[in-house]
C-alpha cells in the first residue's frame, strides 16, 4: 500500500468509530438520560443533573463530532472506491452538527447553565426548557444515525465487493 491509501484507510477507519461513538452517546441522551433528568422531583434537582452532566458531554461530543467530520471527509478525498461519496455524505452530515448546535442548541445550552438562575425558575420554565433541549437535540441524534447508516453502507458494500 502507498502512504496516500493508509492514511485513507486510517481515515475511514478513524471516521467509522468517531461517528458510531458519537451518534451512541447522542441517542442515549436522548433515550436514556433526558427522560431520567425529567423525572427528577424538583427544578432545581433537574438543573443540577444537567449543569453537571451537560460539560462532560461536550468534552466528549465536540471532538468526536471534529473528527467524523474531518476524517469522513480525508476518507472521501483518498478513496478510490466507487462508493467513497459516502464518506462525503457522512462528513456533511457530521459537519452540519456543529452550526446546528451553535446557533440552535447554544442558547438554550447557556441559560440552563447560568449558575444558580435556572434552578430558581418555576416549573414549567425549566420542564419546557429540558424539553425544548432534549427535541433539538434529538437533530444531533438524527444527523448523526444518517451518518452512520452511509459510513456502515460503505462497509458493507466494500465486504460484499471481496466476495
Known sequence: MEAPEIVGLCARIVSTFATNTF????IYINIVE??????????PAMVNHFQAAFPRARAMQGPLVATSAVGAAVAWYLDTDPNRFLFLSSSVMM???????????MPINNQLM???TPGKKEEAWV?????????????????S???????G???INKSTAMF
Do not use: Q
Open 145 to 151: 444515525g444518517a451518518a452512520m447508516c452511509a459510513v
Open 34 to 43: 433526558c427522560p431520567a433528568r425529567l423525572s427528577l422531583k424538583t427544578p
Open 114 to 116: 447560568d449558575g444558580e
Open 127 to 143: 420542564v419546557d426548557m429540558m424539553n425544548k433541549w432534549d427535541k433539538v437535540h434529538l437533530v444531533r441524534s438524527i444527523l
Open 95 to 105: 459537519f452540519c452538527i456543529l452550526p446546528w448546535t451553535k446557533l440552535i442548541i
Open 153 to 155: 453502507t460503505y462497509w
Open 23 to 26: 451518534f451512541g452517546a447522542a
